[in-house]
């Protein structure tokens, strides 16, 4: 009998938000572990029910975070941005943080500028 190694601790693990060119344009926004495996799913239609009927082209982006819960606190805000703001973020004219509220609860940083 075989044994199996245990599962990965993700409670330890960094986590990543990252974004994806889509073949129609649209940049999806989504949070995993391990992003080049994740972008494979997406890739064989695997992944998200977004990405199978929009076929994603380019992983555009990725982002380190400490734990799951600040992935998905940053995705949520990411995901209200428009796909230039997502772009910008991209390309590195933006920073994760500037797209984030801060500590405060001020929300004016999500909004695009002009």
Known sequence: MRLLPPPPD???M???LYLIECA??????????DV????AKHATGMGARYTRSRKPVALLASFELAD???ASRAEY??????PAAKRALAAG?????SVLPNP????EAVKESP
């Open 10 to 12: 993700h409670s330890t």
């Open 14 to 16: 960094p986590w990543f």
């Open 24 to 33: 129609d344009g649209s940049v999806y926004t989504g949070i995993a572990t």
């Open 36 to 39: 080049e495996a994740r972008f």
């Open 68 to 70: 799951r819960s600040s």
């Open 77 to 82: 805000w990411v995901k209200r941005l428009p």
């Open 93 to 97: 004219a933006r920073t994760l943080e």
């Open 104 to 107: 405060q609860g001020n929300y």
